[in-house]
Nanobody, 127 residues
Framework: VQLQASGGGLVQAGGSLKLSCAAS????????MAWFRQAPGKEREFVAA?????????YYTDSVKGRFTVTRDNAKNTVYLQMNSLKPEDTAVYYC????????????????????WGQGTQVTVSS
């Protein structure tokens, strides 16, 4: 599976961006897909994920709840991250990740559980 992230850029605080992550190489309809981010000098942190468990369920880190929305279009093998009301602290390189496993809630936030990673896309939010 190859992942290609896009959609990053420079935006003012309060603005919006939509990231895309296109998957190729395999059908990923039941994969757990996630977004992580890494700011300079900080560890990579979980942002959002969407997993299959009889239907698709989304999970978010607390700091983005109500502002970010993760969705997927299996027909296009693409997962999206709609980011609204952006804040300067959202500035980071954003990575998409995937695993064929339907991760349980307890580990869905762990980067080590994901087998495939995109190259990252820079998001910069100015104050």
């Amino acid at each position: 599976v190859q992942l290609q992230a896009s959609g990053g850029g420079l935006v003012q605080a309060g603005g919006s961006l939509k990231l895309s992550c296109a998957a190729s190489g395999r059908t990923f309809s039941r994969y757990t897909m996630a977004w992580f981010r890494q700011a300079p000098g900080k560890e990579r942190e979980f942002v959002a994920a969407i997993r299959w468990s009889g239907g698709f369920t989304a999970y978010y880190t607390d700091s983005v709840k109500g502002r970010f929305t993760v969705t997927r279009d299996n027909a296009k093998n693409t997962v999206y991250l709609q980011m609204n009301s952006l804040k300067p602290e959202d500035t980071a390189v954003y990575y998409c990740a995937a695993t064929s496993l339907s991760l349980i809630v307890g580990v869905i936030r762990s980067p080590g559980r994901y087998d495939y990673w995109g190259q990252g896309t820079q998001v910069t939010v100015s104050s």
